[in-house]
């Protein structure tokens, strides 16, 4: 609810830090299932709200403590990158229009 938030502005840069996502295919250790996503780490560069965790951490007793993506975080994100690209596209397309006629 917007009642609950303050400071709205914007997001700014969008494509750039879509471009710098790096989605890849990867197979599951636990059970070979293969899908897309993103390695948590390399998320976190770009949209650190998005993950939980730190790289290659450890509890107090070594066994690793792993990173996750709360994918729902990046929708903002590709949500404005795909409007601005969207925006590009009919700019250009006027423009080809224009010239053509």
């Known amino acids: 609810d ?3 938030k303050e400071d709205v502005i914007e997001i700014e840069g969008s494509l750039g830090r879509l471009k710098a996502l790096k989605p890849c295919n990867f197979r599951w ?3 070979g299932t293969r899908v897309d996503g993103f390695l948590a ?11 939980t965790g730190t790289k290659d951490a450890v509890d107090n007793k070594g066994n690793p403590d792993y ?7 990046l929708v903002p994100l590709l949500t404005k990158a795909l409007q601005e690209a969207v925006a590009k596209i009919e ?3 006027a423009r080809v229009l224009a010239l053509e006629s």
């Open 2 to 4: 917007y009642s609950l």
């Open 41 to 51: 780490h390399e998320a976190q560069e770009v949209v650190p709200e998005a993950v």
């Open 67 to 73: 990173q996750g993506i709360d994918q729902s975080k």
């Open 91 to 93: 700019a250009l397309e």
């Open 29 to 31: 250790i636990s059970d």
